[in-house]
């Protein structure tokens, strides 16, 4: 399996960026896959001046892709503004990532999701109306 992957999959698998809590997070986005079983929760801390995203951890129980493509995702959100972290798509994270094998990006998508709900929680605190985002389940296992 190691072999299908890119060398940055591997590195951010081996050595995630961004691995943890944020204790006082603005936005926590809890996703799970129910066929795979696997867990991602991301938290943001957001500027409420300007929107931007200025600090992103996760905690994953799940896959390499899994755990690589949540690296990617916090690292890919820092420094932007929520409208333009949700631009963001799986194949964005995918990409970043060197891609992904196509039974593994699915993975990506949950990774997206966890951006999404986070980014919802944040909105929703601030009393604005959350984003519907239509997300293509490509699980393929
Ligand atoms: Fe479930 Fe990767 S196998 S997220």
Redesign the pocket.
């Known amino acids: 399996m190691e072999g299908q992957y890119s060398d940055k999959v591997m590195e951010h698998f081996r050595n995630p960026r961004n691995v943890g809590e944020i204790a006082d997070a603005d936005g926590i986005g809890n996703v799970g896959?129910p066929v795979?079983g696997?867990i991602m929760r991301l938290y943001i801390k957001v500027d409420p001046k300007d929107e931007i995203i200025t600090d992103a951890k996760f905690k994953t129980f799940?896959?390499g892709?899994?755990i690589a493509t949540s690296s990617m995702v916090t690292e890919l959100v820092k420094g932007k503004t929520i409208e333009e972290a949700l631009k963001i798509s799986n194949h964005a994270v995918a990409e970043a990532l060197g891609g992904l094998p196509k039974i593994?990006m699915?993975?990506s998508v949950?990774a997206e999701q966890a951006l999404v709900g986070a980014i919802n929680d944040y909105l929703k605190k601030h009393g604005k109306p959350p984003i519907a985002k239509n997300f293509k389940d490509e699980h393929e296992?």
């Open positions: 896959n795979c696997d799940g896959c892709a899994a593994k699915h993975c949950l296992a």
